[in-house]
């Protein structure tokens, strides 16, 4: 399976776990961190702007126009004041009998909260405008010879939005029942066909429910020097 050139897919390495006999892909390297409890940790990326509008209008890498910034937060807006909005509650996923108060003392955000519109903004982000996504995802891994403070600045570039993404699953995300599935490709020249997979991820993934939409990133060829890819399911 060919990977078309212009598309900027994500890292993928496989990895064997040794003391638990496990192999598997993991999507990106570290976990980067951006809550204030986590400011002594060597991955706490400081961000660079007050806000996710000043982020996305002011930073160096990638921005938007004004008029995109209020089209999409005039949408999120819509999804925000709908009943859309409250399917998606915060920590519905672990339960009642959960214990929130760490989590409200880490994210600020109390239980049973509609999903908030900071958020909504940042998945609108994510899955509609492909050259800043790619961008933000470009930032999750260490250039050529770029020292970790110069790293840490760049992906603080994208501080702000990349947090909101990871709150956007981890307080307000649903469970994944046995009738959902979702597909999403794997480009890597190291996939290794055959072998049970499980999967770790440390970077925003982009899923779907069509088989048809995980195939169309892929070109098919059989000149064995092209990288190679595969669908994988989730579900």
């Not at 908030?116 to 405008?129: A, P, Q, T």
């Not at 999750?140 to 947090?163: C, I, T």
Request: net charge negative; hydrophobic share 35%.
């Amino acid at each position: 399976v060919k990977v078309p050139k212009d598309f900027n897919r994500l890292d993928v390495t496989f990895k064997t776990d040794e003391e638990k006999e496990l192999e598997y892909f993991q999507f990106g390297g570290a976990e980067l961190l951006y809550w204030e409890d986590c400011k002594d940790n060597e991955w706490f990326i400081p961000k660079q702007f007050d806000n996710l509008k000043e982020e996305l209008l002011g930073n160096k890498l990638c921005t938007v126009s004004i008029e995109q910034w209020d089209d999409l937060y005039a949408s999120a807006s819509s999804i925000s004041e709908s009943k859309k909005a409250t399917e998606y509650l915060s920590y519905d996923a672990l339960g009642d009998d959960a214990n929130y108060e760490p989590l409200i003392e880490k994210y600020g955000i109390y239980e049973y909260t509609p999903i908030k519109l900071n958020h909504i903004c940042s998945i609108l982000l994510w899955c509609n405008f492909y050259q800043l996504q790619q961008q933000l995802l470009s930032t999750y891994r260490p250039n050529v010879d770029e020292s970790m403070d110069d790293f840490k600045l760049r992906h603080g570039q994208f501080a702000n939005w990349a947090r909101y993404l990871r709150e956007a699953c981890q307080v307000f995300g649903k469970k994944i029942t046995e009738q959902d599935t979702f597909y999403y490709s794997i480009n890597s020249d190291k996939v290794d066909f055959g072998k049970s997979l499980a999967v770790t991820y440390t970077v925003p993934t982009a899923m779907t429910r069509s088989l048809f939409v995980a195939q169309s990133y892929f070109q098919f060829d059989n000149d064995p020097k092209d990288k190679v890819g595969m669908i994988r399911t989730d579900g």
